[in-house]
């Protein structure tokens, strides 16, 4: 008996331990040469990212409307990829908008974000993005790390940001 429980003491001991996902966070803006509600008329539409992201096509509403929460959009990536998403909160008054990503075959989890626009001086704007984020799996795969999690999100966000921001000043 003793033994066994050495040999148990040793198997547990030796196991690789796992580390947790941590929950990852980014957050990016841009100065808009727009007023506040023309920057937020680029990208309010909730069903119609492919119309301001240039990384995304044939975005569509599944479920809902645009604008009330719980709204539920589909859409595909360039290059290959889809995502399904849903609104969770929306305020026309704040300008702000809140969702998650329900499924996905790109490398993330977890996915909660915001955008929103506040008032700059002269009458421009500045667009925010902020969101969680966690890598796909426990056991992170080649590619799929932290770090290539976070440069997808930045690399996702500073397209998007940057087109919002050439689309509003016209």
Do not use: C
Not at 33 to 60: C, L, M, V, Y
Not at 128 to 153: I, S
Request: glycine share 8%; net charge positive; charged share 20%.
């Amino acid at each position: 008996l003793m033994i066994l429980a050495t040999a148990a003491s040793a198997l547990l001991t030796t196991a690789p331990a796992f580390a947790e996902r941590p929950m990852l966070r980014y957050q990016s803006e841009i100065a808009v040469k727009a007023p506040p509600q023309k920057a937020w008329n680029t990208f309010k539409t909730f069903g119609s990212i492919h119309d301001w992201h240039p990384a995304t096509e044939g975005s569509r509403l599944l479920v809902g409307e645009n604008g009330k929460p719980l709204a539920v959009r589909e859409f595909q990536v360039k290059g290959g990829g889809s995502v399904i998403s849903e609104l969770l909160t929306y305020d026309e008054a704040r300008r702000h908008f809140k969702y998650r990503i329900i499924k996905t075959n790109l490398p993330l989890a977890n996915y909660v974000a915001e955008m929103w626009v506040t008032p700059a001086a002269g009458g421009t704007s500045v667009v925010h993005w902020r969101a969680n984020f966690q890598r796909p799996e426990e056991q992170a795969k080649a590619g799929q790390d932290d770090a290539a999690t976070m440069k997808l999100v930045q690399d996702v966000f500073k397209g998007g940001l940057d087109n919002i921001a050439v689309s509003a000043a016209k």
